[in-house]
């Protein structure tokens, strides 16, 4: 089956560093999403892209849809502890009812 | 309370043994997902159900059986565990009205020894 691939496979940060990782796919989506999942936790939604080119942002995190729309990007801001976790970004083609997930980026912050 | 609810949360089994895992969900969702996670390959999907009456195979689904009792409830079924079915496991509901979001449980982390 198809999966994403996503960049970084791990991040170890220091608190107040900005973070930046992607994820590219060999089709085109019509829609690309960013997760979070917190330890023990399943993923949360945090960003949901529709169009080619969108740039939104939710609080200090933005994401983008890139205009070949086969890859996306997720930038987090002055990080903090709780931005801990594993990021996930998923897409949707067109036509298809199924989200495909990235493998994930994992975010260690540094003491 | 979770909107999504999996029982149980964690399960050790033999192998061999039958095994199910439960899923049920508030939110009124007509969709619903078995996802299994394993570290480094993301979430790959099991099984997809869009109604109580559609069961849809997904790509990893050897191994496995579902069954929707409801429009609220959902199970994922190992029949004979096999100790390479060990990973996390993840209930997900969606709304065909907002298509793209996806609200998952908690997890339920299956070990097989």
Redesign the interface.
């Known amino acids: 089956?198809q999966?994403?691939n996503?960049s970084p496979?791990s991040m170890f940060i220091q608190e107040g560093e900005d973070v930046s990782m992607n994820c590219t796919s060999s089709s085109i989506f019509n829609?690309w999403?960013w997760y979070k999942q917190d330890p023990?936790?399943?993923?949360?939604?945090l960003i949901?892209l529709?169009k080619a080119g969108e740039l939104t942002s939710n609080g200090r995190l933005t994401a983008q849809f890139g205009i070949t729309r086969k890859d996306s990007f997720l930038n987090i801001s002055a990080s903090i502890p709780s931005d801990v976790g594993i990021y996930?970004c998923?897409g949707?083609n067109f036509g298809n009812?199924?989200?495909t997930?990235?493998?994930?980026t994992r975010l260690t912050i540094i003491p | 309370d979770a909107d999504v609810t999996q029982t149980p949360r964690n399960r050790i089994t033999k192998t061999g043994k039958r095994i199910m895992l439960e899923c049920s969900q508030t939110k009124g969702h007509d969709r619903m997902y078995w996802y299994r996670q394993d570290p480094g390959l993301g979430l790959r999907l099991i099984y997809y159900s869009f109604d109580v009456k559609d069961i849809n195979k997904g790509e990893i689904s050897d191994g496995y059986s579902v069954s929707r009792q409801a429009q609220a409830k959902f199970s994922l079924s190992l029949e004979s565990a096999i100790p390479n079915q060990t990973a996390l496991y993840f209930c997900a509901t969606s709304d065909p009205g907002q298509e793209t979001e996806a609200f998952f449980g908690q997890g339920t982390r299956l070990t097989v020894v």
Do not use: I, M, N, S
């Open positions: 089956g999966q994403l996503q496979q829609t999403l023990g936790e399943g993923p949360v939604l949901a529709y996930f998923a949707r009812e199924k989200l997930f990235g493998t994930g």
